[in-house]
């Protein structure tokens, strides 16, 4: 549906609703218009009006934790791949290779995430079991 029939079709349902209602008081018997039945419906009303706002309320106070806690991780895995590769940094020219192909994953990663290609973010490139093993293979030259 377009975003101009839905709420189109909201406000023919509420001038139909509201004109329901002005046609069906006039059915009504004469008990059910005194003022302490029309309190009853006014309290009635606000207590639909309270729980309303109060479930939306909650409903964008749980979105805004998700999407902090989703801000959170992505700012974590950040931070891990600074502290990466500055501590493969360290490890002088024998980890340059292995810091290009952790680039070269990450770069890939991010294309993954923020692109277009749809086919590539259902099955994303792993970045390669040989960076584990090459980090692992890694002797540090001086003992600090």
Request: hydrophobic share 50%; net charge negative; proline share 6%.
């Given at each position: ?132 093993q090459g980090i692992l293979a890694l002797t540090p030259s001086?003992?600090?």
């Amino acid at each position: 549906m377009s975003s101009v029939a839905i709420p189109a079709i909201v406000l023919a349902c509420c001038f139909g609703g509201g004109l329901l209602g002005i046609r069906s008081r006039l059915a009504l018997p004469a008990h059910h218009l005194n003022p302490d039945s029309k309190d009853l419906v006014h309290l009635c009303m606000g207590l639909v009006a309270t729980m309303t706002a109060l479930i939306l309320g909650l409903v964008t106070a749980s979105a805004k934790a998700t999407f902090d806690a989703e801000d959170q991780a992505i700012h974590t895995s950040a931070d891990n791949m600074v502290m990466l590769d500055r501590l493969l940094a360290g490890y002088g020219p024998e980890a340059q290779p292995l810091r290009a192909e952790i680039r070269e994953a990450l770069r890939r990663s991010i294309d993954v995430i923020w692109g277009d290609d749809v086919a590539t973010a259902a099955n994303p490139e792993p970045a390669g079991p040989g960076v584990l093993q090459g980090i692992l293979a890694l002797t540090p030259s001086t003992v600090a």
